[in-house]
C-alpha cells in the first residue's frame, strides 16, 4: 500500500501563492507517476499536473493548460515529495486538491485520473475575489 498525505491547502484571495505538498510513503516502486488533480463542487475530477518518477534524471513535469504559467510541479527525491507551486490564483481555483500515485512501466505523465491506483485525502484551497 502507498499512503499520501497532502498538505499546504488554505484560503488566499485573488492574485495570491500557495505551495501544496505530497508526501508519499508504504511501499514503493522503482518507476511510478504521481498527479495532482482537483475537483470542485459539482464538477469532474480534473487534471491538474503530473510528473514522472524514476532513477533516472531526468524526470517529466506537466501542467494543464489551464493552469500553465502559474503553476509549477516539481520533486523531492529524498523526501518522496512532490511540490505544486500554485501563483496568480483565481476564484476558479477553488477545489479540492489530490495527489494520486500509480506505477508505471516507463517514464511518463498520465493524466487520466481512472488511471491512478492510490490517492490521498485531499486538502481545500479557496480563492476569494
Known amino acids: 500500500q502507498v499512503q499520501l498525505v497532502e498538505s499546504g491547502g488554505g484560503s488566499v484571495q485573488a492574485g495570491g501563492s500557495l505551495t501544496l505538498s505530497c508526501a508519499a510513503s508504504?511501499?514503493?516502486?522503482?518507476?511510478?507517476?504521481m498527479g495532482w488533480f482537483r475537483q470542485a463542487p459539482g464538477k469532474e475530477r480534473e487534471f491538474v499536473g503530473g510528473?514522472?518518477?524514476?532513477?533516472?534524471?531526468?524526470?517529466?513535469?506537466e501542467v494543464a493548460d489551464s493552469v500553465k504559467g502559474r503553476f509549477t510541479i516539481s520533486r523531492d527525491n529524498a523526501k518522496i515529495t512532490t511540490y505544486l507551486q500554485m501563483n496568480s490564483l483565481k476564484p476558479e481555483d477553488t477545489a479540492v486538491y489530490y495527489c494520486?500515485?500509480?506505477?508505471?512501466?516507463?517514464?511518463?505523465?498520465?493524466?487520466?485520473?481512472?488511471?491512478?491506483?492510490?490517492w490521498g485525502q485531499g486538502t481545500q484551497v479557496t480563492v476569494s475575489s
Open positions: 508504504g511501499q514503493t516502486f522503482s518507476r511510478f507517476a
Open positions: 510528473i514522472s518518477w524514476s532513477a533516472g534524471i531526468p524526470y517529466f513535469a
Open positions: 494520486a500515485v500509480v506505477p508505471t512501466y516507463i517514464d511518463s505523465v498520465i493524466r487520466s485520473s481512472t488511471a491512478y491506483h492510490y
